[in-house]
């Protein structure tokens, strides 16, 4: 019956070209993501679709080939649904299988859909429940449950819907379930029209493996009377898979920031998640992260301001399946924002005081503002004009700036302690040399030479203005 009523199937499959080969001894990771039932509530005789979807996982080391998919009650042995040779599922792809069924007697039914397959020459078997309830008169209730993983908030969908003509009034709503915490159980509405569905979230934490939600439903009929309606479905949780995942490497620029994956391996989401940079024991600085849906990945930029160089520690705390948890990584930090070194220094003696000149190199990554270089007074040294200082100013990264200064020296004094300031990435940081004046005294010799020198060079212009003189009256006589 099932395989006349679903040609639709072999026409819905697509068998990709190219399929990678699977690899040797190794299965496919896959799995039942979803079966929807359209429409919700079906009527005694009515042909309803489930439709299963079935997924091999992105990391999944070789193709799924579906054989078989059926749909029986959760006890019985008969199909109510099947279709065969469905075709291969590449990695990280997934189909979609509809089967065609029809219940005669209202009530509620406990279904099993079951997929078949076959990788690397092993039979796998993937099961999933599914409650279909054969509608009855009155508003009718259907629970819908997302993915559920013990001590995590599940998503839970209770849909009401009114197909009667009569309105029905005062409704209220309840979930409840063994072994299973609902926050917020009870929804109120003043009345559902008729032809009107309403859904309700709820958030559900199971506490076991296998549980059962029970959906109740209070409401007053048109001529006044208190009807109730049930509605249950299976919760079937997973035990909580924890793995995380951290890297952290450097970005670019003079001051790196810090560039962290938060990568969560396991089947619940990261909650409460605080990102913390230490340098030993000191706290560099702590940053909440929103939180990480399981099988998922989150990147964080960390800004770090006051570390020049050091091997940091990153941790990362979160709560995740009511557990708190902690995974670490270090990085090593190194900065490189402006930086300012004396360089080419030249001395030499003007008027008996020694006359520095140089530039103010940045070897940083970063500019640098109020550049001041200045010489410093002490025993033997005096800052003297015109320059017992100078302002440099801003100096870009990787350039330079020349600067002079002027000191008064004594004989006996062989170094000049010089001192830098200046601004980067808003720190003020100031740095010292000494600069060497030995063997700079000016001497008698050298004072008599340049007298001598002097007075050679007054008689040589004597001599030739002579010459000059002399050449002109020649030249005028001979006219």
């Known amino acids: 019956m099932s395989r006349r009523a679903l040609p639709v199937v072999l026409l819905a499959l697509v068998v990709l070209a190219g399929v990678p080969a699977p690899t040797l001894g190794q299965e496919a990771t896959a799995y039942i993501d979803d079966v929807t039932v359209s429409p919700a509530q079906p009527t005694p005789g009515e042909r309803f679709t489930l439709t299963t979807v079935v997924v091999n996982a992105q990391n999944s080391q070789a193709n799924l080939e579906v054989t078989d998919v059926f749909v029986r009650t959760a006890d019985g042995t008969r199909d109510l649904a099947r279709v065969e040779d469905l075709g291969v599922i590449p990695p990280g792809s997934d189909l979609r299988i509809p089967l065609s069924a029809r219940l005669e007697d209202q009530g509620t039914y406990d279904l099993r859909v079951t997929v078949v397959g076959r990788s690397d020459g092993q039979t796998q078997r993937l099961q999933y429940p599914v409650v279909v309830?054969?509608?009855?008169?009155?508003?009718?209730?259907?629970?819908?449950?997302?993915?559920?993983?013990?001590?995590?908030?599940?998503?839970?969908?209770?849909?009401?819907?009114?197909?009667?003509?009569?309105?029905?009034?005062?409704?209220?709503?309840?979930?409840?379930?063994?072994?299973?915490?609902?926050?917020?159980?009870?929804?109120?509405?003043?009345?559902?029209?008729?032809?009107?569905?309403?859904?309700?979230?709820?958030?559900?934490?199971?506490?076991?493996?296998?549980?059962?939600?029970?959906?109740?439903?209070?409401?007053?009929?048109?001529?006044?009377?208190?009807?109730?309606?049930?509605?249950?479905?299976?919760?079937?949780?997973?035990?909580?898979?924890?793995?995380?995942?951290?890297?952290?490497?450097?970005?670019?620029?003079?001051?790196?920031?810090?560039?962290?994956?938060?990568?969560?391996?396991?089947?619940?989401?990261?909650?409460?998640?605080?990102?913390?940079?230490?340098?030993?024991?000191?706290?560099?600085?702590?940053?909440?992260?929103?939180?990480?849906?399981?099988?998922?990945?989150?990147?964080?930029?960390?800004?770090?301001?006051?570390?020049?160089?050091?091997?940091?520690?990153?941790?990362?705390?979160?709560?995740?399946?009511?557990?708190?948890?902690?995974?670490?990584?270090?990085?090593?930090?190194?900065?490189?924002p402006g930086q300012i070194e004396l360089t080419g220094i030249d001395v030499e003696l003007e008027d008996g005081d020694v006359h520095i000149s140089g530039s103010a190199s940045n070897v940083g990554l970063s500019d640098a503002q109020s550049v001041v270089v200045r010489v410093i007074p002490t025993d033997g040294v005096v800052p003297a004009r015109p320059y017992k200082e100078y302002f440099v100013g801003s100096v870009p990264a990787s350039d330079f700036a020349s600067f002079d200064l002027y000191a008064t020296v004594d004989d006996d004094v062989t170094t000049v302690p010089v001192e830098v300031t200046y601004l980067t990435d808003g720190t003020e940081r100031t740095v010292q040399t000494e600069v060497d004046v030995s063997g700079l005294s000016e001497t008698p010799d050298q004072n008599s030479g340049s007298g001598l020198n002097s007075t050679l060079l007054l008689v040589g212009g004597v001599v030739a203005l002579l010459v000059v003189v002399g050449v002109g009256i020649f030249a005028y006589r001979r006219r």
């Open 133 to 336: 309830r054969v509608r009855e008169g009155g508003p009718q209730l259907s629970v819908e449950v997302g993915d559920a993983v013990i001590g995590t908030d599940t998503p839970v969908q209770v849909t009401v819907s009114n197909g009667e003509e009569a309105i029905a009034r005062n409704v209220r709503l309840s979930l409840a379930g063994d072994s299973v915490t609902v926050e917020n159980d009870t929804r109120v509405v003043p009345r559902l029209e008729s032809g009107e569905a309403r859904t309700f979230q709820f958030s559900v934490n199971p506490t076991t493996e296998e549980s059962e939600l029970i959906a109740s439903l209070q409401y007053t009929t048109a001529d006044g009377n208190a009807r109730t309606a049930t509605a249950s479905a299976p919760l079937l949780a997973d035990p909580l898979r924890e793995e995380v995942r951290l890297d952290a490497s450097l970005g670019d620029g003079a001051r790196p920031a810090i560039e962290v994956d938060v990568t969560n391996l396991g089947n619940a989401p990261l909650e409460n998640l605080v990102l913390t940079v230490r340098d030993g024991d000191s706290v560099v600085l702590r940053k909440p992260v929103a939180s990480v849906p399981a099988e998922s990945e989150r990147a964080v930029r960390l800004n770090v301001s006051s570390v020049d160089r050091a091997t940091l520690d990153v941790v990362a705390a979160y709560e995740t399946g009511g557990q708190d948890g902690t995974a670490e990584t270090s990085v090593e930090y190194v900065a490189s």
